[in-house]
């Protein structure tokens, strides 16, 4: 026997760490935790708790860095992670080929102004002192005719994350489109169950989470789960999920859903699922 593997009760069991077999690559505040969380509640499917930003920041570790990251598995088993800033790191449609150009990916998206305002609340609960978000998502152009005009900031990036086509493309460049299941962030809140089918049947898994796992926590105002693998007891994810939204002058809402509008155009196209965000 090697030494990074133990022997079970039954004969031919072995646990052994495995590179992953499949990726959530993002994206940033749609749901990615969420996935995860449901995902493992299947026994087929092990998971490394937290990110693991190998294929971003700690690509020069290596492989067997990577593989020591990772939770035993019996075969069969699928290893998996969740890292949302691979979805925009420019190098990591690259190196997760050459680990394994078969590798099976997830992305979870959400209307890309919901989103922003998202990563805003994420922000400002750790920075109290941060400006508005309506005064961080517009600038004051001058170079537009008849300026000073206020224009939507897209270098800002809780606005930049949410044009979704631009990283897509990279993706697309290394992997087949049927490589790469689009989840709808939406979806995943109003019908977790019919969400997680999709997912299990792209993964191959057989269909074990479903919506006996889940009840809506109407507190929390989201879909929790009634027990998992680690606990037996109803339970929510953490209060960093699913935080109150600060009100939005519906006037950058607006100027928001206009300049999101094309490249949520390109997004459907490139994904090939019309996900009709307003
Ligand atoms: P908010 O906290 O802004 O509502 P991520 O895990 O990628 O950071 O995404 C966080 C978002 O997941 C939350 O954003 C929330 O809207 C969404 N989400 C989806 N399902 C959820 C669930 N069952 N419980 C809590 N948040 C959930």
């Known amino acids: 026997d090697g030494n990074d593997y133990m022997r079970l009760g039954k004969p031919n069991q072995v646990l052994t760490k495995r590179l992953p077999d499949a990726l959530i690559i ?12 449901f995902l493992r509640l299947h026994p087929d499917v092990r998971a490394a708790g937290s990110e693991v930003h190998f294929f971003d920041k700690y690509y020069h570790k290596g492989f067997e860095w990577y593989r020591e990251k990772m939770p035993p598995t019996l075969e069969g088993q699928i290893t998996m992670e969740k890292t949302p800033s691979y979805w925009v790191t420019r190098s990591a449609p690259r190196r997760v080929y050459s680990m394994n150009p078969s590798v099976k990916l997830l992305a979870v998206v959400r209307d890309p102004v919901t989103r922003s305002i998202s990563d805003y609340t994420q922000s400002a609960s750790k920075r109290p002192s941060l400006p508005r978000f309506e005064d961080l998502a517009l600038v004051n152009s001058t170079v537009t005719w008849g300026g000073p005009w ?8 809780p606005v930049r994350l949410g044009i979704y086509a631009r990283p897509l493309k990279r993706w697309l460049r290394r992997f087949p489109r049927s490589r ?33 796992h889940f009840y809506f926590n109407s507190t929390k105002g ?24 600060p009100y939005i002058d519906p006037v950058v809402i607006e100027r928001l859903r206009e300049f999101y509008r094309p490249y949520n155009e390109k997004f459907y196209e490139l994904s090939g699922i019309n996900f009709g965000w307003p």
Request: with cysteine; hydrophobic share 40%; aromatic share 6%.
């Open 222 to 245: 989201f879909p929790c789960l009634l027990k998992s693998e680690s606990r037996s007891t109803p339970h929510c994810l953490g209060k960093n999920k699913g935080r109150n939204h």
């Open 150 to 157: 206020s224009v939507v900031d897209s270098s800002w990036p």
């Open 26 to 37: 993002g994206v940033k505040k749609c749901g990615t935790r969420a996935l995860l969380e």
């Open 180 to 212: 790469i299941l689009f989840i709808s962030g939406e979806r995943l809140v109003v019908d977790p169950a019919a969400e997680m089918a999709r997912v299990q049947d792209f993964l191959g898994l057989k269909l074990v989470i479903t919506d006996k």
